[in-house]
């Protein structure tokens, strides 16, 4: 079964800033990745995926993650942040196989300070 | 606009009483979730379903049970509730081949048992 790792649980930075969110994968099989985003008191929202093709993907507020099937990784990336941009960021694979179909990482949290 | 309508935002209930969390979808969804958030810990999985009156239990079903009578409609039921069983509760829904287009979500039940 795939597992997901997000690295860091809490990123506090300032307004203006660039982040890096970071999310490893299990496994080296073909896989589809993807972010969602949860704003406080809802529920989570796709902010964009990889299927295949161009292994940098955009979100339309300016997220890009980069697919790096070397290092089984799929970190998501602003250059700069908005206080707006303030929520938990998920990330999730398939699991080709499994009728679960993804499997989540354990959330980052985004705070960003004035 | 695709839909997964929660029942409740926000519930209070009591020890031992039968809770049901309602979710239903409008996209013609072959399968549906239901996951708990508590912080910390992530999306936990605790049933899922890919046909009407199928179930499958996730990772954590202890104390939950569900039904699917109809294909739109996915009912997580607290036998009997209890205090750990205070959190936020998320069901979303996927075609199948779900893995390629993810899952919606709907904007979550806030549980507190007391």
């Known amino acids: 079964a795939q597992s997901v790792t997000q690295l860091d649980s809490q990123v506090p930075v300032f307004e203006e800033a660039p982040v890096e969110l970071r999310c490893n994968y299990s496994?080296?099989?073909?896989?589809?990745l993807f972010w969602y985003v949860q704003y406080p008191n809802q529920g989570l929202q796709l902010l964009l995926k990889?299927?295949?093709?161009?292994?940098l993907v955009e979100s339309i507020n300016g997220f890009e993650a980069e697919f790096n099937k070397s290092q089984t990784s799929f970190h998501l990336r602003k250059p700069s942040v908005h206080i707006s941009d303030t929520a938990e960021y998920f990330c999730a694979v398939s699991d080709p196989g499994s009728a679960r179909q993804l499997t989540f990482g354990s959330g980052t949290q985004l705070t960003v300070l004035p | 606009d695709v839909k997964v309508t929660q029942s409740s935002r926000y519930l209070v209930k009591r020890t031992g009483e039968k809770v049901f969390l309602e979710c239903v979808q409008d996209m013609d969804h072959e399968n549906m979730f239901w996951y708990r958030q508590d912080p910390g810990l992530g999306l936990r999985l605790i049933y899922f379903?890919?046909?009407?009156?199928?179930?499958e239990k996730g990772d954590i079903p202890e104390g939950y049970s569900v039904s699917r009578e109809k294909k739109e409609r996915f009912s997580l039921i607290l036998e009997s509730a209890s205090t750990n069983q205070t959190s936020m509760y998320l069901c979303a829904s996927s075609p199948p081949g779900g893995g390629a287009y993810g899952y919606t979500f709907g904007s979550g039940t806030r549980l507190t048992v007391v």
């Open positions: 496994s080296s099989v073909s896989v589809y």
């Open positions: 990889y299927l295949s093709g161009s292994t």
């Open positions: 379903s890919y046909d009407v009156k199928m179930k």
